[in-house]
């Protein structure tokens, strides 16, 4: 079983397209989209929802449901000028990247699944950088398998800048170990073709051999043949910008083996963040998706070789998804405003593990505690 089999697809008619996040992107269009997919759940279908306990709590958790034990054992292999996890809540927690996992950490994330034991899960590979840390990577990668050999786990993805799978051997043997684990796909952050306008963005680490276009193009290549690579762009002011660049990105992508590209904006932020530099770039360098998709469409080089097939509605995303060519492209926008409402909502849309033994409905480590931590220990 897939989150395919979960999530509902529908022939987009005029009256939902007006109900859907994307229903401004969607009037614009010249070319209609044909299906809708309802990831977010409705909340009055029960059928889309599970009752669960956690920490001795009944919860109402949606389906389906993302986990990620977010990673955090070192700081970064890149510092992205846009990096979400830079971002700084007005609250004042320590935000989840500040976090770095104790001895316990390990015996928390396997409370944590034994208590979500049941509920059908995707797992979703994210925070810092996955990949930089091998040891930490695949101690979590084991249990993750352990628990998904007693209770249902739907998808796997990782979300990765490449920074271990670059790295030679340890680079072959993490590939092979996630082709075990039964990776579904990863998503590969690259957001530019040029790798020194690319390394102005992503600001690698000195050393790390990923942000040199030959390690890269070497590992791409290496990874397409084992495992399914979705390259992800977000598009931004000096980096892909115009039609002339998505066309060179998906040409380049198309070159390196990879055959699904996202193209992503930035997440719109709301007044909860500080205006930090990283809020101010963002504020600065965004590209809309509604305005880069209309240019894209009205380019004859674009528009006569792409056919959408569906549109998605997130529970604070959308997304566009296309045929170009012998490729899938996906033009994809996210609201945080939308994500912080849902996730205030009472129902879990989210589960996060966070370093400090934390089990959240939120990103933020103190915040939707599902679980705290003294009680994973405990
Ligand atoms: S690779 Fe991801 S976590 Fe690392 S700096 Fe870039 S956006 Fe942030």
Not at 46 to 71: M, S
Not at 138 to 148: E, N, P
Not at 236 to 241: D, K, N, R, S, T
Request: charged residues 20%; contains cysteine; hydrophobic residues 40%.
């Amino acid at each position: 079983m897939s989150e395919r089999n979960v999530i509902p697809i529908q022939p987009l008619t005029d009256a939902i397209s007006a109900s859907l996040f994307a229903a401004p992107v969607l009037a614009g269009l010249r070319k209609s989209v044909p299906a809708v997919a309802f990831r977010a759940p409705d909340p009055a279908d029960e059928e889309r929802w599970r009752r669960h306990a956690i920490g001795g709590r009944t919860y109402r958790v949606a389906q389906p449901v993302t986990f990620t034990p977010y990673a955090s054992a070192q700081p970064c292999s890149a510092r992205c000028r846009f990096c979400s996890e830079t971002l700084i809540e007005a609250g004042g927690a320590r935000p989840s990247s500040a976090l770095r996992p104790g001895p316990g950490y390990f015996a928390a994330l396997e409370s944590a699944l034994e208590q979500l034991r049941g509920l059908p899960l995707s797992y979703s590979l994210s925070g810092l950088e996955t990949t930089d840390d091998a040891g930490w990577m695949g101690a979590m990668l084991d249990i993750l398998a352990q628990h998904a050999a007693v209770s249902p786990v739907l998808n796997r993805v990782l979300y990765t800048n490449g920074a271990g799978l670059a790295v030679a051997q340890q680079g072959e043997a993490l590939t092979e170990r996630l082709v075990d684990f039964g990776l579904d796909w990863l998503e590969l952050s690259r957001h530019h073709f040029d790798a020194a306008t690319n390394q102005s963005i992503m600001r690698f680490r000195p050393g790390v051999q990923v942000q040199h276009q030959p390690a890269f193009s070497a590992m791409v290549q290496r990874l397409a043949g084992r495992l399914n690579v979705k390259m992800v762009c977000i598009v931004q002011e000096g980096g892909v910008a115009q039609t002339a660049d998505v066309l060179r990105y998906l040409e380049w992508a198309h070159a390196l083996g990879v055959r699904s590209v996202i193209f992503r904006e930035f997440s719109k932020l709301d007044d909860s963040y500080k205006d930090n530099v990283t809020a101010r770039y963002i504020g600065n360098a965004r590209v809309s998706m509604d305005s880069l998709l209309a240019q894209c469409l009205a380019t004859t080089e674009f528009a006569d070789s792409f056919a959408f097939e569906q549109v998605t509605e997130g529970y604070y995303f959308w997304n566009l998804v296309g045929r170009f060519r012998d490729m899938n492209v996906t033009f994809e926008a996210s609201d945080y405003s939308q994500m912080h409402r849902q996730h205030n909502s009472g129902d879990v849309y989210k589960l996060v593990f966070h370093a400090n033994g934390n089990l959240c409905a939120d990103w933020n480590p103190e915040r939707h505690v599902l679980l705290a931590a003294e009680r994973a220990n405990g």
